[in-house]
């Protein structure tokens, strides 16, 4: 599904560098933590699976795979219009997203070489594979003329401080849910190759086992640190990264649902997919999960669709900017009582459902 519309342009910091996108609430974060703490953690109940993991990144089982084949070397042009510039923002937020996990692994694997020496060669090693990833997506985008200054990246975005405990529960949502982003696409595209318009979503099946591998990794943290997953505190920021990150990801794609057409998937059924997959997956670590088979929990999302649409509609006008916030406000409260009533909606207490004593 691509069109024949003229190229999309973008703004450029030098001829084929592009801009990178406007910092928001939706995209990619940059994220730093508290280093002497994590250096402290005591891993030792759990050090046996860690240790098995580490042994897993080391073999390296994508070393040879993200390598150009000759289906790269053609001219992309036939995708234009929309579909390219919606096709080249993809490419962009995940090179960021997996350049950021790359940021963060390599400072945590520096910071606690000497203290914790298990730890430090996982993180190490998880961002030896987010920069193939990351690298790979940027030689993508260089096939549409364009490509991100990664050291420009990295000194121009903000940084965002999480304590170690969110930055687990972070981490292990954003690796998951990249698993179940990519296996969804590849095995979708596996089934109507027709729609597969460009090559690197061939790569996307083993791509995704390293996404699961990290994911692995901070579930085994995470169990090594049990007090982060009791009590009301555990289950509350459970409901409150889980809802976080299925709420980014669902505001995102569906904005962007032509992108998804063009790949052959509806954009929503696609994400209630993933959604119910990762929250599922969640339940193996976290003591409560989300109702995500409540009709309610997207209807509430939708809402909020339609508030950003309003809120972009706004923002387009003539109107002056004191009249647009008053234009806005009551589009912000709806936002915020959507999410609240979200947050509130009853959850699945995982152990409870096992037949386990809380």
Request: some cysteine; charged content about 30%; overall charge neutral.
């Amino acid at each position: 599904m691509v069109n024949s519309l003229k190229k999309p342009t973008f703004e450029e910091i030098r001829p084929g560098v592009k801009v990178p996108a406007k910092e928001t609430l939706l995209t990619p974060r940059f994220y730093t933590t508290d280093f002497d703490e994590m250096a402290r953690m005591d891993i030792s109940v759990n050090e046996d699976e860690l240790r098995a993991i580490l042994e897993e990144f080391r073999v390296d089982y994508n070393r040879h795979h993200f390598v150009r084949d000759a289906e790269f070397d053609q001219s992309w042009d036939h995708i234009d219009g929309q579909t390219r510039q919606l096709f080249i923002e993809f490419l962009e937020r995940s090179c960021t997203a997996e350049f950021s996990g790359f940021l963060l692994y390599k400072e945590l694997g520096r910071r606690l070489k000497d203290k914790s020496p298990l730890l430090a060669e996982c993180f190490n090693l998880m961002s030896r594979d987010e920069a193939r990833h990351a690298g790979f997506l940027n030689k993508a985008m260089s096939d549409f003329n364009l490509s991100l200054d990664l050291g420009f990246l990295t000194k121009s975005r903000s940084y965002t401080f999480f304590k170690p405990k969110f930055i687990f529960y972070a981490t292990y949502l954003s690796e998951k849910i990249g698993y179940w982003r990519y296996i969804t696409i590849y095995r979708h595209l596996e089934k109507h190759p027709e729609d597969r318009i460009y090559p690197i979503f061939r790569f996307f099946e083993n791509w995704c086992q390293d996404e699961n591998r990290h994911g692995d990794f901070f579930d085994a943290i995470m169990k090594a640190q049990p007090q982060m997953l009791r009590g009301w505190q555990g289950k509350l920021w459970s409901r409150f990264f889980l809802l976080s990150v299925f709420a980014t990801m669902y505001l995102n794609d569906i904005q962007r649902k032509d992108f998804y057409a063009a790949i052959g998937l509806d954009a929503r059924e696609y994400d209630i997919h993933v959604i119910k997959k990762t929250n599922e997956t969640a339940g193996r670590v976290f003591p409560v999960i989300l109702d995500v088979e409540s009709p309610e929990f997207y209807e509430r999302l939708d809402i909020c669709i339609k508030n950003n649409e309003r809120l972009a509609a706004i923002s387009n006008s003539n109107s002056p900017k004191f009249l647009q916030f008053f234009q806005k406000l009551p589009i912000y409260i709806s936002h915020g009582w959507q999410f609240l009533k979200l947050y509130l909606m009853k959850p699945i207490d995982v152990l409870a459902t096992q037949g386990q004593p809380k």
